[in-house]
């Protein structure tokens, strides 16, 4: 067996460009299994271990107002671990030098001591000191984005006060690591900040002496947590409040665990993907590559190695290549794991650690599934070559059985050179070949319009979302429900072009078992700022007496049909429950909602001509002065600007939207380069004595690239189409997969990504073709004619 | 056909070397061979397994070329060209035959001619060199729906069909029975009669020799004996 070894070193280094370019593959599909498998755990692991260290409450509810003495009462209720009430306001706050409105949320701490749930994780600086009545606690976000630090002042307007406060510390805390503005689609690191104060202090601010408006619990074991919703709903509704609910609604954890779910579906589907593609071609070119050793095979037989022997010598050859490239595709990614591990970080997730982790049953998984598409391939063609009996397999094979083609049938055969004709008989006397490695370079192109689907997914998101839809520049809510005729207020204002108020209602709503807790928003009928869309993404009235909803809401998540009756429970006010018909669906990309007309809501909320906020248009240049008068009136509670949340949206996700197009275009090219060289290499080993017999006979270099490396040009060129079909396929399981209430992905493919799979493709076949013609430079003649086939 | 010194050779080679270095082991196939070869003569090159006969033939044929010495073809110094005039010199000047036919298997016997017809200057018709070679009613087959002895048949028409000055052989009855094998040995005779072709043929078979002009005889990398054939026997009567 010690020759054996030794033959199949010298093997391994004869073929090291083939072995190379399948480490390639292997390496890609492996990468990227490991990259997102990787990222997902660490996430997940870091998420859990966050939450435990600093005691994130499970349930969570809001109401008006509660004297202090009551959460006694609600600490008895039976399920409950540990129970804390606060303070929470919404407040607009200033930063000297930056003009923008800022929306904040403030947060109360107990006076003395540290709180025992939803502890913070200071950053930098310190706590606030007992009872101080100027001292908060930033978002480290906020800061940052700001640049604030210990000893830096912001003003907070809280209930139409202004207060000036002394920045003291920065931290994380596990309730808003996802932050968003309320109403805002996107994270606005700068312009939405939340804050701790002491409870004193915030409770003299916000009218909350001795009372308070909200509370958090952890639950004891083996308590039922809706059983501890519904008493503590029963208990809350004098109070004013407004619906408990458990971590499944937190908005921080839910956009968490949304994100996560599609970092899931991202580490299943894309490795499932890439992986596939690679086993695939894997499986096509080891295959091909040992039908090339058939003499070996006889040799060996002959001289008395057993099937299972020469089998095993094979499959070593491959196990080789295959542990090669799935130790580099798990070096490569558990780097790129890191990176993007670090930019979800940066962006989505932020935890104020990250603990990195390689799962080694993740290596496992990518080497089986490597091993058994190589082992597999090599061995069906082992098992054929061995067989045969050892003297046919030495013997000359048989000239291969070849026709005319179909095309020379038809009568063209005058249009085509002898040299033509060798390529198209060739493709047409192995079809199954031409269109495996045909598949296996479209895949490649596929892959590449897969990585770069995701940015032109975004544009056309933000582009229905911003330019057809909500249109508006500035979206102003006030604190409370105000009369209409604000609106004529906001009209007068200097700079201000067209005003529509909206009414904004928090509900739950419900159809037969399915219910989604969302808020009804009444828009203007005839508004031309926001809009609802149809299914062709026109801009369409929403009805007088009904409710109109998001696509996915209605499909997927209600599973109401228009005509059908929603059941709408009004989370404010009166908190009535109705019965109100869908009359139509909207065609939404982010985030889903429902609409109404804003004065039918009103009629059923018996509310005259009330709004929550406003829509406003701004001359352009104006922004300034509008933003400044704004910040006068004390009812204005939050101001979200469009442009400026589109461009943080875009300063946020670039980032990440680049490394993936990064990480996606080098291992679709590593696929797709190891996928086009293995054909036309091995094209090269099958053919390579017919080449040499032509060059002996007064060929030159290149008329002989012409036979061999037109054929490649000709399964690339009819490639390139069925790559778009594949990419196209490819994106619409994506678009399916990606189906969530944060955002449905449209399938769309832009010219650009087309022509860029297609270069994918020109590009990799032009590589090889370049190598082979190398190597054709170096085919030796007078080998080829000692020995033969 | 005899030797007509005061013609000019076709070839021409001048103490022709050729040495093979792998590592440390110097092969020498050829330890300076003098030979002077002409037009329409049919040579036959002999020898034991090993004494340099194919290299010789390779370096004549611009397949190979020398590690010292010259040769040259007509005015054409082959010692030294690149590989493109090498090329060029193959195509329009030589036919090659070989033991293992090296047809392409894709092709039909008439286009495996025409593949080297389309890229000659002056050929015969794929059908005439087919027709002469015995195989004018085999033209569409491919070379798996032919015998062995008709396959090299077809090669023999390749080779020829381009008018080739020189015609070169390496074994081409090697994987033949004696009578497939005379009947390819009248061709290539005919072919050296008809068109003149300057022919030279590798064999192990003494016999064979009886049908050439001249025998040369290498061993070792050295020419042994260069005997000239006052009578020569018809490819006919050969058999073995
Ligand atoms: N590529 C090569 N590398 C090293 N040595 C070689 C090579 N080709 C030929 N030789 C050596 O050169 C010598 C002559 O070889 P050549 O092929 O010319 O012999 P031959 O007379 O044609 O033999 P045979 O009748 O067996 O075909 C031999 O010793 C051979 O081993
Ligand atoms: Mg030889």
Redesign the interface.
């Known amino acids: 067996m010690r020759a054996l070894n030794r033959k199949l070193l010298r093997d391994l280094w004869h073929l090291r460009g083939q072995v190379l370019a399948i480490v390639a593959v292997i390496m890609g599909g492996v990468a990227t299994l490991v990259m997102s498998l990787s990222t997902y755990d660490s996430l997940v692991e870091t998420r859990e271990r966050f939450y435990a260290e600093y005691r994130f409450a499970e349930v969570f509810a809001y109401l008006e107002r509660a004297p202090e003495p009551v959460a006694d009462r609600l600490r008895a209720i039976r399920g409950v671990e540990r129970l804390e009430t606060r303070v929470v306001a919404g407040a607009r706050l200033e930063v000297a030098g930056f003009d923008d409105p800022i929306t904040g949320r403030i947060l109360s701490l107990p006076d003395v001591g540290e709180a025992g749930l939803n502890r913070l994780h200071m950053k930098r600086g310190r706590r606030v000191a007992p009872y101080s009545s100027d001292e908060v606690v930033l978002s480290d976000t906020f800061a940052e984005a700001h640049g604030l630090g210990p000893g830096d002042r912001v003003a907070a307007i809280i209930s139409g006060k202004r207060r000036s406060l002394e920045v003291v510390g920065v931290a994380v805390s596990p309730e808003y690591i996802y932050q968003i503005a309320p109403g805002a689609m996107f994270p606005d690191f700068k312009r939405y900040g939340v804050l701790w104060m002491g409870r004193t202090a915030l409770a003299a601010a916000h009218d909350m002496d001795g009372a308070f408006n909200n509370l958090t619990l952890t639950l004891a074991r083996g308590a039922r947590e809706q059983e501890v919703i519904d008493r503590l709903d029963q208990q809350l509704a004098r109070f004013g409040g407004t619906g408990a609910y458990g971590r499944a609604d937190q908005f921080s954890n839910r956009f968490l665990s949304e994100e996560l779910k599609q970092l899931q579906t991202t580490a299943t589907i894309f490795p499932t993907i890439f992986l596939g593609v690679a086993a695939f071609m894997l499986n096509v070119v080891i295959s091909r590559l040992i039908a090339l050793q058939r003499e070996q095979v006889a040799i060996l037989k002959a001289f008395g190695y057993s099937h299972l022997a020469i089998g095993w010598h094979f499959v070593k050859l491959v196990l080789v290549v295959v542990v090669l490239g799935v130790l580099a595709g798990s070096a490569l990614g558990a780097w790129f794991g890191q990176g993007l591990a670090g930019v979800y970080q940066e962006t989505t997730f932020r935890f104020p650690y990250l603990h990195y982790r390689l799962n080694p049953q993740v290596v496992l998984i990518a080497l089986m599934v490597s091993a058994l598409a190589a082992v597999s391939g090599s061995l069906f063609s082992v098992a054929r070559a061995a067989r045969l009996a050892p003297a046919t397999g030495m013997q000359?094979e048989?000239?291969?059985?070849?026709?005319?083609t179909l095309l020379e049938r038809l009568g063209l055969q005058r249009w085509f050179?002898?040299?033509t004709?060798?390529i198209l008989?060739?493709i047409e006397?192995r079809p199954l070949k031409s269109l495996l490695t045909v598949f296996g370079i479209a895949c490649a192109g596929g892959l590449m319009m897969v990585g770069n689907y995701q940015k032109d997914a975004i544009d056309f998101m933000v582009d229905v979302q911003f330019r057809q839809a909500a249109r508006e520049d500035l979206a102003v809510t006030f604190i409370d429900p105000t009369s209409g005729r604000a609106l004529h207020e906001l009209r007068a204002l200097p700079g201000v072009d067209h005003v529509e108020g909206f009414r904004d209602v928090p509900v739950i709503l419900r159809h037969r078992n399915h219910e989604y807790r969302s808020s009804v928003y009444g828009i203007e009928p005839a508004g031309v700022l926001h809009r609802s869309l149809d299914r062709s993404l026109a801009p369409v009235r929403v009805p007088p007496e009904g409710i109109v909803l998001t696509d996915h809401l209605a499909n997927n998540i209600l599973h109401i049909q228009p005509g059908e009756l929603l059941t709408v429970e009004m989370l404010e006010g009166r908190r009535q429950v109705l019965q109100v018909p869908v009359l139509g669906i909207t065609r939404q990309f982010l985030g889903v909602s429902a609409y109404m007309q804003r004065d039918a809501l009103n009629r059923l909320l018996h509310e005259g001509n009330v709004v929550s906020g406003a829509y406003l248009a701004i001359e352009p240049g104006r922004e300034e002065a509008v933003y400044a008068a704004l910040h006068e009136r004390p009812r204005v509670l939050s101001m979200v600007a469009n442009a400026a949340a589109i461009q943080s949206f875009y300063a946020t996700i670039g980032e990440f939207v680049l490394f993936y197009n990064l990480v996606a275009t080098l291992l679709a090219g590593s696929i797709g380069f190891g996928v086009v060289y293995n054909s036309a290499r091995i094209a090269l080993s099958e053919r390579g004595?017919?080449l040499a017999?032509?060059?002996?006979?007064?060929?030159?270099?290149g008329?002989i690239a012409y036979i061999l490396l037109g054929e490649l040009a000709l399964l690339a060129l009819a490639a390139v189409p069925v790559g778009m079909l594949v990419g196209v396929g490819l994106v619409a399981i994506l678009v399916q997969a990606f189906e969530s209430d944060l955002y449905r992905l449209p399938l769309i493919l832009t010219s650009a990504n087309l022509a860029l799979g297609a270069t994918l493709i020109v590009v990799a076949t032009l590589f090889s073709g370049l190598f082979i013609w190398r190597r054709l430079g170096r085919l030796d003649?007078?080998a080829?004619?000692?020995?033969?086939? | 056909m005899t030797s007509s010194t005061d013609a000019q050779p076709v070839f021409t080679a001048l103490g022709l070397t050729k040495t093979y270095r792998m590592g440390e082991v110097e092969v020498q196939a050829l330890r300076g061979i003098d030979l002077e070869l002409y037009a329409g003569e049919l040579i036959v090159l002999l020898g034991p397994s090993g004494s340099g006969k194919s290299t010789l033939l390779n370096i004549l044929g611009g397949l190979d070329v020398p590690t010292r010495g010259r040769v040259s073809y007509l005015d054409h110094e082959l010692s030294g060209a690149d590989e493109s005039e090498l090329t060029r010199f193959r195509r329009e000047h030589v036919g090659f035959v070989f033991q293992f036919y090296n047809l392409i298997p894709s092709l039909t016997a008439r286009e495996n001619v025409a593949a080297v017809t389309e890229i000659a200057t002056a050929p015969m018709t794929p059908e005439a060199a087919l027709e002469l070679v015995g195989l004018g009613n085999r033209l569409d087959h491919f070379p798996a729906q032919l015998s062995g002895g008709e396959q090299q048949r077809v090669a023999i028409a390749r080779a020829v069909a381009k008018n080739p000055a020189v015609l070169l052989c390496d074994e081409p009855t090697g994987a033949l029975d004696s009578t497939t094998g005379v009947r390819v040995l009248e061709v290539l005779e005919q072919v050296n009669r008809e068109l003149g072709t300057l022919t030279v043929l590798i064999t192990h078979n003494a016999g064979i020799a009886a049908m050439a002009d001249r025998v040369i005889r290498l061993s070792d990398g050295s020419i042994a004996e260069i005997r000239s054939n006052s009578d020569k026997t018809p490819a006919r009567e050969l058999s073995w």
Do not use: I, N
């Not at chain 1, 080829?784 to 086939?789: A, D, F, I, M, P």
């Open positions: 000359a048989m000239p291969t059985a070849y026709r005319a050179s002898a040299p004709r060798m008989r060739h006397r004595r017919e017999s032509l060059r002996v006979l007064g060929f030159t270099r008329e003649l007078v080829v004619l000692k020995t033969r086939e």
